[in-house]
Nanobody
């Protein structure tokens, strides 16, 4: 079964930085959209950021309002890898972060999730 492999995350004090990485070993096709979602305690999973690859919206990026100006998403298309640089972290950013890969034809897969904890 094809999976995404995440790395990074951990614990940091407010104002600190963390970097998440996600790769797709075994996937040789182009991934149309890669992104990050998060799920805080007692909350629903929500979009953090996405970045496209193919077509007219190549490399278009979307951020949740709550992370704009603090988080940066980027990808290495050749390696089907996506990164999330998180700066100026806040306690409200505490969540399990999930990597996502999506194809326009409708297929989607998730990473295993990684905990990010920000203390005040």
């Amino acid at each position: 079964q094809v999976q995404l492999v995440q790395s990074g995350g951990g614990s940091v004090q407010a104002g600190g930085s963390l970097r998440l990485s996600c790769t797709a070993p075994g996937i040789v096709s182009t991934i149309d959209v890669m992104g990050w979602y998060r799920q805080g305690p007692g909350q629903q999973r929500e979009l953090v950021a996405t970045i496209t690859h193919a077509g007219a919206r190549a490399n278009s990026i979307e951020y949740a309002d709550s992370v704009k100006g603090r988080f940066t998403i980027s990808r290495d298309n050749a390696k089907n890898t996506v990164f999330l640089q998180m700066n100026s972290l806040k306690p409200g950013d505490t969540a399990v972060y999930y990597c996502n890969a999506h194809w326009w034809m409708g297929a989607t897969i998730w990473g295993q999730g990684t905990q990010v904890t920000v203390s005040s």
